[in-house]
Nanobody
Framework: QLVESGGGSVQAGGSLTLSCATSGSTPYCLGWFRQAPGKEREAVATMRTVDSFTVYPDSVKGRFTISKDNAKNTLILQMDSLKPEDTAMYFC????????????????????WGQGTQVTVS
């Protein structure tokens, strides 16, 4: 089970930190995705936990940071320099990945999803 928290409204240029409480053993893939109204879901930060390999799309690179607090079993997404186009519902996800040595960068790598938390940037 995954439970997100930390969403809210912020002005452009501001920051937000999203948290996702996880449980059980650490999955191979952990990630954050977002979906805006009328748009497809997209990955914004993903992590292959075995080697902490992370991937960010160009749209958030340098502004978003994914990390994992092992002591608290929490996945974190630090979002800085937020833009109005970052407005969306944000989801954390966990999964075993697909294929040989998956990069964990695609939705198909994930089987468990949180309920989402809304981020609004104005």
């Amino acid at each position: 089970q995954l439970v997100e928290s930390g969403g809210g409204s912020v002005q452009a240029g501001g920051s937000l930190t999203l948290s996702c409480a996880t449980s059980g053993s650490t999955p191979y893939c952990l990630g954050w995705f977002r979906q805006a109204p009328g748009k497809e879901r997209e990955a914004v930060a993903t992590m292959r936990t075995v080697d902490s390999f992370t991937v960010y799309p160009d749209s958030v690179k340098g502004r978003f940071t994914i990390s994992k607090d092992n002591a608290k079993n929490t996945l974190i997404l630090q979002m800085d320099s937020l833009k109005p186009e970052d407005t969306a519902m944000y989801f954390c996800a966990a999964g075993a990945g697909i294929g040989y040595t998956p990069a964990c960068r695609e939705s198909r790598d994930y089987s468990t999803w949180g309920q989402g938390t809304q981020v609004t940037v104005s």
